[in-house]
């Protein structure tokens, strides 16, 4: 599978939406966690100094009160001070009202800090608290130390949970695309395999499954017509052929004879590719292709001016049916000669395990964007000239069915078309140039 066919497949594309949803979903949770837990953690620092002012407010009131008695000494009421601002870091006094004016006061950085008013008879003074949000900061960083790791590794986890279990699921389906690839006209009665899941799936195989049968009964009932209908027109043509032979001769006796071999050969034709249609077991044997290529290509009729030059290479031998390949042979060799100037070429080598069979001829040549064309049933590129100058348009699809039934393949080339075997009762390929 190509790159883009893996970045487009459902596999990957669920993966990555579950994967990202996930991913929003959790970055949402961690920030709403983070910023609930830093109000809440500097909400209880702030709760917890204005519990100390509260708590340290009665004994400022008493330290200015004893300041402010006469009969007090005034090293008592400066001991008491001392002790309350002295011995509490967290906690400052000022009688006159004014803002915290101590060094350790300077800089509040990191405290929650509270002030409270407290009335005294010498005025309005004030309490400080103050509640380290150092707790605060360390519960966040514990937090962010779960939440880096443990985000990203969650999200691999969903990744790959999301990847198997969309893989399994969608198994079924690979599994009938693979099947449905591998059925061709020739395997139609092969069924896709349907999951027991019961799902869409189950549903889409089922579905499939019913549309091979009915495309098998189409496909059957047009090959059983060919073959009836070509089987049917042979006898009727033959009789036709032989009271036009007995007639006596004339120029219309003889076109009649033309036109009644023409229509032998495409009955011919007809009921040839209704049995290779229909895949009817190959009796294959040891074949020598240059042998057989030499008789056949010998056998076919061809103008004065065309000359067959043959270049064979002996034993080159491989798995076939003698009278499909010489059918071939025939079909490639006539078609080279019908389009050749002055010269038809035959060679038959082996390259490299590889049974090669080439028909060259020095015609006009198969243009590049029709190359694939002329294997189409009843194709006939020359459509302007008279139809009595070539065949049905039969003989080409006859040679690559023929090819592919011999588990090889025929392809058009510059001058004409290749195909190439194996050896050695491993199938056919064939090479043709003409």
Do not use: C
Not at 86 to 111: C, Q
Not at 373 to 399: S, Y
Not at 412 to 433: K, L, Q, S, T
Request: aromatic share 2%; no cysteine.
């Amino acid at each position: 599978m190509s790159v883009s066919e893996r970045l487009s497949s459902v596999r990957l594309r669920a993966t990555l939406a579950a994967t990202l949803v996930v991913a929003l979903a959790l970055g949402v949770t961690a920030l709403v966690l983070t910023q609930s837990m830093r109000g809440s953690l500097e909400a209880s620092a702030y709760a917890d100094a204005t519990r100390r002012a509260v708590e340290v407010a009665p004994a400022f009131q008493k330290a200015v009160w004893l300041q402010d008695t006469a009969s007090v000494p005034a090293e008592t009421t400066a001991s008491l001070a001392t002790t309350l601002t002295v011995n509490d870091p967290d906690i400052m006094f000022s009688a006159d009202g004014k803002a915290m004016t101590t060094a350790r006061w300077e800089s509040v950085d990191g405290y929650s800090v509270v002030g409270m008013a407290v009335p005294t008879e010498a005025g309005q003074g004030m309490v400080f608290a103050r509640s380290s949000l150092l707790p605060t900061e360390e519960a966040l960083t514990t937090l962010n130390s779960v939440l880096l790791p443990g985000v990203p590794a969650l999200l691999a986890v969903v990744a790959l949970m999301t990847w198997l279990s969309v893989g399994r699921t969608l198994r079924p389906v690979a599994a009938i695309r693979a099947k449905v690839a591998d059925i061709t006209a020739r395997d139609l009665h092969q069924r896709v395999p349907v999951p027991r899941s019961g799902d869409e799936i189950a549903a889409l195989a089922t579905t499939v499954n019913a549309t091979l049968d009915r495309l098998e009964t189409a496909v059957d009932r047009h090959k059983s017509f060919v073959a009836d209908a070509a089987h049917e027109l042979r006898s009727p043509i033959a009789t036709l052929r032989a009271r036009l032979e007995l007639a006596e001769p004339s120029e219309l006796t003889e076109e009649a004879l033309a036109d009644v071999a023409r229509l032998q050969t495409l009955a011919a034709d007809l009921l040839l590719l209704a049995r290779l249609d229909a895949g009817e077991p190959l009796q294959a044997a040891d074949l020598d292709l240059g042998q057989t290529a030499a008789e056949e290509a010998v056998r076919v009729e061809r103008r004065p001016e065309v000359a067959l030059k043959l270049d064979i290479q002996p034993d080159v031998v491989v798995q076939g049916v003698h009278g499909h390949v010489g059918r071939l042979v025939t079909n490639l060799v006539s078609n080279a000669v019908r389009h050749a100037a002055s010269a038809v070429e035959v060679r038959v080598r082996s390259e490299g395990g590889t049974a090669v069979l080439e028909v060259n001829d020095d015609g006009p040549g198969i243009p590049e964007d029709a190359r694939e064309a002329v294997f189409g049933r009843f194709t006939r590129l020359d459509e302007a000239r008279a139809r009595d100058g070539g065949g049905a348009g039969l003989g080409l699809p006859i040679a690559r069915d023929i090819a592919v039934l011999h588990g090889g393949s025929l392809r058009a080339v510059a001058g004409g078309f290749v195909a190439a075997f194996p050896m050695n009762h491993a199938g056919m390929a064939i090479r043709v140039d003409g």
